[in-house]
């Protein structure tokens, strides 16, 4: 269940109340007359289904209630309720794989900032993956895989072009073609510095460490990797499955391709840095490209649940039209 906490003027609040006291996937609805301040007006509280949280915040827009107050949105992890449960069996879909597209927008809009913490843990993950090269330690290189922040960007990135958001694609593509160049510049100076004062060897070669070689040789599994951590990685963040984002973050060879360019560009091993950088090149594509076509199906399923709502009667309860929505100004065939 999704529990919403919501503050409108005293005119708009008796729609409100129809709209969810009507929808069957709605319960445990809460109205407290004169309660909030500031802005002044009504509380409304209620519990919603999963599966039906977008649609009803959608109708909830339509009626203007952030124009005029606000919506929260939080998690119910448990609930004891049998009303709660009818509620739940009402909506259409398994709760664990609806999709909340307001709390995907707020996660990646946190996300995506180019900001000193994003740039110091990828640099730091992108060192920390420069001296598992040099030890040839796996440890190491997940270890640096998963302090690595660059799965926020382009996840960001992913919605954006589903969404059509400018501003946060220009944000996204900001932090990615910022981060990792930064990163690999004071890996570069970190790494001379170690082969300055002794701490790696004159000797080392890329070639010769077996982590190293793996990272500069792209190949169809790099790929193929790629495209399903990004489908893993969406739907991480999507659903409920939050707990797949690790595995995402340890299967994918961004940071440590990243750490094995400034390696070689010391090092001189040129082929394995131009290896490591279309390495790089692949993953961030193939992530991005997997990404958006899993939120495109998302979308696409919503979409088709959000027509067939538009036929709900709590919506003409409420004083919106039946069949179309009021900011779309047109009407909706229904999806059967």
């Not at 090149?281 to 998302?298: F, M, Y």
């Amino acid at each position: 269940m999704v529990h919403l906490r919501i503050v409108t003027d005293p005119g708009r609040a008796e729609h409100v109340l129809e709209l969810l006291v009507g929808s069957p996937s709605v319960c445990n609805v809460i109205h407290l007359d004169g309660a909030a301040q500031k802005p002044h007006g009504d509380v409304i509280l209620a519990d919603v289904a999963r599966e039906d949280a977008s649609v009803i915040v959608s109708d909830l827009r339509e009626l203007e209630v952030p124009v005029h107050g606000s919506i929260a949105i939080e998690h119910v992890d448990t609930q004891i309720s049998e009303a709660a449960e009818r509620a739940v069996k009402q909506a259409a879909g398994a709760p664990a794989d609806a999709v909340v597209w307001e709390e995907v927008e707020s996660r990646t809009s946190e996300g995506v900032e180019l900001s000193a913490s994003y740039l110091t843990f990828i640099t730091l993950a992108t060192l920390i993956a420069a001296v598992g090269i040099f030890l040839d330690s796996p440890i190491l290189i997940i270890g640096a895989m998963i302090v690595g922040p660059e799965f926020g960007p382009l996840a960001g990135l992913c919605v954006a072009i589903v969404q059509r958001r400018r501003e946060l694609a220009v944000r996204s593509a900001t932090a990615l073609l910022a981060g990792f160049p930064f990163a690999i510049a004071v890996t570069i100076g970190v790494v001379a510095i170690f082969k300055a004062t002794g701490i790696t060897p004159d000797d080392f070669s890329t070639s010769d460490h077996e982590l190293s070689s793996l990272i500069a040789t792209p190949d169809f599994f790099s790929v193929f990797v790629a495209l399903c951590a990004g489908v893993a990685g969406m739907l991480s963040l999507t659903t409920a499955k939050s707990g797949a984002l690790i595995g995402v973050l340890v299967s994918v060879t961004t940071i440590p391709a990243a750490a094995n360019v400034g390696v070689s560009a010391i090092y001189g091993g040129w082929s394995a840095l131009d290896g490591s950088l279309l390495q790089l090149i692949l993953n961030l594509t193939s992530l991005v490209a997997a990404g958006t076509l899993t939120l495109l199906i998302q979308r696409l399923i919503y979409r088709r649940r959000r027509v067939r709502h538009l036929t709900d009667p709590a919506r003409g309860e409420a004083g919106l039209p039946l069949g179309r929505s009021r900011h779309a100004g047109r009407r909706v065939t229904p999806v059967d």
